[in-house]
Nanobody, 125 residues
Framework: QVQLVESGGGLVQAGGSLRLSCAAS???????MGWFRRAPGKDREFVCA????????DCADSVRGRFTISRDNAKNTVYLQMNSLNPEDTASYYC???????????????????WGQGTQVTVSS
């Protein structure tokens, strides 16, 4: 069974940067990978997604221009580069795999069926 393992979270000051990684153990037959986040008391929120083939990406308006998602097919790893972080970005960040046969990325958590355990990102003001 494929497992997703996130890393790279931590504590950073406002304006700082972090890079999250999501490594898939084993061959993952997914069309896309996504990053989601959940802040305390809030619903899970879509952040960014990337297609394995072609590399097309999609990011939420709240992070567009600050966050960049990328993938390394050879390493079965997806990255989330987060710049200009602010306290509102504080959350647990999860990567997930969309194994549907789809030509486009999805923002719906229900379209992702494999999830990592999450990594905490805390941004201090």
């Amino acid at each position: 069974q494929v497992q997703l393992v996130e890393s790279g979270g931590g504590l950073v000051q406002a304006g700082g940067s972090l890079r999250l990684s999501c490594a898939a153990s084993g061959r993952i037959s997914a069309s896309s990978m996504g990053w989601f986040r959940r802040a305390p008391g809030k619903d899970r929120e879509f952040v960014c997604a990337v297609r394995w083939i072609g590399g097309s990406t999609d990011c939420a308006d709240s992070v567009r221009g600050r966050f960049t998602i990328s993938r390394d097919n050879a390493k079965n790893t997806v990255y989330l580069q987060m710049n200009s972080l602010n306290p509102e970005d504080t959350a647990s960040y999860y990567c997930a795999a969309d194994r549907r046969l789809s030509a486009v990325t999805s923002r719906a958590p229900g379209d992702y069926d494999t999830w990592g355990q999450g990594t905490q990102v805390t941004v201090s003001s």
